[in-house]
């Protein structure tokens, strides 16, 4: 994408000044960034929902690479995405080419239907939006280890 919306300059914005990293834009429009704990993340945005904010940390971990079955893995997911607060942890279905790997998300609405939001809300909560999905991947890890230690 060679110009941004004002929607994507709004989160490039935001990211680079409240969380001080470096933030692009992909083909889709949407505005990628670089986490130095986790790796890459990106809003996915869209001209015609505005409103809607969603953060995502796409495709971080496979059940194997947790020693887990995909049974325990998909327990584990559940028990993560009931006990935090706004994230939510998807696991696609299984191709034979491929293992599945865990994405973690936040989506919320941040605005008024067909309204940018307000750059003072997605300053104030940005941070917090990364901080959720942080504790959602922490605690996916922790359970993991207890369910295998449990196991064993």
């Known amino acids: 994408m ?10 490039q914005t935001v990211v ?9 834009f992909d083909e889709q429009g949407d505005v990628v ?7 890459i993340m990106y809003f996915s945005l869209s001209e015609s929902d505005p409103e ?9 971990v496979q059940a194997d690479e947790l020693n887990l079955t995909r ?6 997911i559940n028990v993560v995405n009931n006990r ?3 994230i939510k942890l998807t696991l ?6 491929r293992p599945a790997r865990v994405s973690a998300s936040v989506e919320s ?14 300053r104030a909560t940005v941070a917090r939006t990364v901080s959720a999905i942080r504790n959602g991947v922490h605690d996916l890890v922790k359970l993991s280890m207890e369910v295998k230690q449990a196991a064993n």
């Open 33 to 39: 960034f670089k986490h130095p704990d986790m790796g």
């Open 2 to 11: 060679s110009t941004p919306t004002p929607l994507s300059a709004l989160y």
């Open 16 to 24: 680079q000044e409240e969380l001080g990293l470096v933030a692009s």
């Open 109 to 122: 609405f941040v605005a008024a239907p067909d309204t940018l939001p307000d750059i003072a809300l997605l």
């Open 84 to 86: 935090c607060k706004a």
């Open 71 to 76: 049974g325990q893995f998909l327990e584990v």
């Open 92 to 97: 696609p279905q299984e191709d034979a080419d």
């Open 52 to 60: 809607f904010l969603r953060l995502v940390y796409p495709a971080f």
